[in-house]
């Protein structure tokens, strides 16, 4: 397979992995693309598109067949996320989608007891429920030690009080996977992790929030007001739900690092096919050198995000501790998709605001990256301290 910057793609993925990219592509193509600004328009995408995901496999690639996966990897849930963007899914597609199979999964199969995998993972992979992550607070961001909602112990479980926002499917979710503070102190080592069932008496949606980008997310903002959650719903150990964190920031930011190849070779792409049909003093606006010129330099920045994010991949799921790359590609790719999708807009010029191009959407979807899933700031100060700083 060869991308869009001419770049052959190589191991880690196989003849498999890109046998299931070309069945995601076709799925994207023909049931996603020509309802996007529909959805977007609309401000969310239809709740059957996750039964209709976990129909076809794709909402447990990387799930054992005995909970309803496919039995894959890493690498199969990779695929899925740069095709969905590199198909020309809206950012607001792929954000509800993921934040659901991606990022609010992952902990319940990995630091889940069987019950627990039962009652939420299980249909979670059929797309039956719904779920979201809960650690961003009106109070506490980036610094997640600093979070605030609180759960009391009390008899047969714990007590929960306090607020979350920025919550993707935060509006809809069946199931929050939610840190909180088990001890008075909080910080790292007072935090633990509930699964809280959103039917629960005193939780509250408490708005819908408007965005810039990924329109057709639901993000909202959530409180908690004495919400009784039974014990059995704590997930992994009491207080160590730091590490929690942790582990599953590494795949949340190698994700966006891929989901940010994907989309740079869709900008690509559709700058390419404009510029050979788009006619300027009676030629082609591909031929001017300017234009040229625009394309190689956003080819090369994606050749570039791309080597260092597979390479991460490849060591990712080959076991190693990528701290620092995994920092280093989501830093990189972020900023690289806004500096392409910007050169985008610039090679289609008005048109590129015209909703039919999508270059638009695609820059204002582009700008969350570097502050969502930890900001440039943050991706800096943990590569500074990998090297001892």
Known sequence: MTDQTGTRTTPPFTAEHE??????RRFVT???????????????????????CGELGFLGLKYPEEYGGQGGTYLH???????????????????????????????????????????????GIKGEKIGALG?????????????????????????VNGAKTFITNGVRADFLVCAVKTTEEGGHDGISFLVI????????????????????SDT??????DVEVPEEHLLGNENEGFQLIMANFAWERLLMAIGAVGAMDWLIERSVTYANERQAFGRNIGSFQAIRHKIAEMATTTAAARTLTYDTLRRFQAGETVIREVSMAKLMTQRALVE??????????????????????????????????????IMKEIIGKTFGL
């Open 19 to 24: 046998e299931l990219r070309e069945t995601v």
């Open 30 to 52: 023909n049931e996603i693309v020509p309802y996007v600004d529909e959805w977007e328009e609309a401000r969310i995408f239809p709740r059957e598109l996750f039964d209709r």
């Open 77 to 123: 849930d990779a695929v899925w996320v740069e095709e969905l963007a590199r198909s020309g899914a809206s950012g607001g597609v792929a954000a509800g989608l993921n934040a659901h199979s991606s990022i609010a999964s992952p902990p319940i199969f990995k630091f889940g007891n069987e019950w627990q995998k039962q009652r939420w993972l299980v249909p």
């Open 135 to 159: 650690i961003t607070e009106p109070g506490a961001g980036s610094d997640v030690a600093s979070l605030r909602t609180t759960a009391k112990k009390i008899d047969g479980g714990y007590l």
């Open 197 to 216: 069932d959103t039917d629960s008496p005193g939780y509250e949606v408490t708005s819908k929030l408007e965005k810039m980008g990924w329109y057709s």
């Open 220 to 225: 909202g903002e959530i409180s908690f007001t």
């Open 340 to 377: 392409v999708a910007d050169e985008a807009l610039q090679i289609h010029g008005g048109y590129g605001y015209m909703r039919e191009y999508g270059i638009e959407r695609a820059l204002r979807d582009a700008r969350l990256g570097p502050i969502g899933g930890g900001t440039d700031e």
